[in-house]
């Protein structure tokens, strides 16, 4: 399976699949890496694993619907198959979602619907909870939002700060977005319409965990 990973920062989640990849743990192939930022130290990381990439710059572009077709079109030359937002700090818009349905993952460093938006760490630090951890979901076109495909949970230890948690978070996402990746290329994920909401369901597979202690 062909993916396509999109970034706008540091690029950890992209490493951990391209790890993945690399270990023979991942039936798919990172065949684009795109980012809204040409000086994304995710693009450092494509090159070094020798996956082709390319800046997108949203400033180049009047509308969001003109800078997703702009995507769509580098996407569809690289025959891309599945799109993962790792990082990418842009809403996309239908235009995007229409190419690719049901095709476009993002992960989230909560347990989604908790906490979407910018700096979730500190939103959950904040607020005092318990437990968080992240969320991979298919993207809606909301901020945050659509159908949760798998979660793992983190406790916040008493001696947590927010970057201790957050860092905490960040090993989990490394474990799960490379995960879910597997279960779409081996074909296990399929969406019931049956129930109301869309849910996601997994052959076989437990969608939700529990983090290193
Ligand atoms: C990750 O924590 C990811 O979950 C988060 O940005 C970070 C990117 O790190 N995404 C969001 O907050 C999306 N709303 P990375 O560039 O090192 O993978």
Same mark, same amino acid.
């Given at each position: 399976?062909?993916?396509?990973?999109?970034?706008?920062?540091?690029?950890?989640?992209?490493?951990?699949?391209?790890?993945?990849?690399?270990?023979?743990?991942?039936?798919?192939?990172?065949?684009?890496?795109?980012?809204?930022?040409?000086?994304?130290?995710?693009? @450092?990381?494509?090159?070094? #694993?020798?996956?082709?990439?390319? &800046?997108?710059?949203?400033? +180049?572009? %009047? $509308?969001?619907? /003109?800078?997703?077709?702009?995507?769509?079109?580098?996407?569809?030359?690289?025959?891309?198959?599945?799109?993962?937002?790792?990082?990418?700090?842009?809403?996309?818009?239908?235009?995007?979602?229409?190419?690719?349905?049901?095709?476009?993952?993002?992960?989230?460093?909560?347990?989604?619907?908790?906490?979407?938006?910018?700096?979730?760490?500190?939103?959950?630090?904040?607020?005092?909870?318990?437990?968080?951890?992240?969320?991979?979901?298919?993207?809606?076109?909301?901020?945050? @939002?659509?159908?949760?495909? #798998?979660?793992?949970?983190?406790? &916040?230890?008493?001696?947590? +700060?927010? %970057? $201790?948690?957050? /860092?905490?978070?960040?090993?989990?996402?490394?474990?799960?977005?490379?995960?879910?990746?597997?279960?779409?290329?081996?074909?296990?994920?399929?969406?019931?319409?049956?129930?109301?909401?869309?849910?996601?369901?997994?052959?076989?597979?437990?969608?939700?965990?529990?983090?290193?202690?």
């Amino acid at each position: 399976m062909r993916i396509a990973v999109l970034v706008s920062g540091s690029g950890t989640n992209l490493q951990a699949i391209l790890d993945a990849a690399r270990a023979g743990c991942l039936e798919a192939e990172v065949a684009l890496v795109v980012s809204n930022k040409a000086n994304a130290m995710a693009l @450092t990381r494509a090159h070094e #694993a020798h996956v082709p990439s390319l &800046v997108v710059s949203h400033k +180049d572009y %009047a $509308t969001r619907e /003109a800078y997703d077709a702009a995507l769509v079109s580098a996407l569809r030359e690289h025959g891309v198959e599945l799109v993962v937002l790792a990082g990418f700090m842009r809403i996309v818009t239908p235009v995007l979602l229409a190419a690719f349905p049901n095709r476009v993952l993002n992960i989230h460093p909560s347990l989604l619907p908790a906490f979407p938006g910018l700096d979730a760490q500190r939103q959950a630090f904040e607020a005092g909870v318990a437990v968080t951890g992240c969320t991979v979901h298919l993207v809606d076109g909301g901020m945050d @939002t659509g159908p949760i495909v #798998a979660q793992t949970a983190v406790v &916040v230890r008493g001696d947590d +700060d927010e %970057a $201790t948690l957050r /860092a905490r978070i960040l090993v989990e996402e490394h474990r799960l977005l490379p995960r879910v990746i597997q279960w779409f290329a081996r074909g296990l994920v399929t969406i019931d319409h049956g129930r109301g909401v869309p849910r996601v369901v997994v052959a076989g597979q437990a969608r939700g965990s529990f983090g290193e202690p």
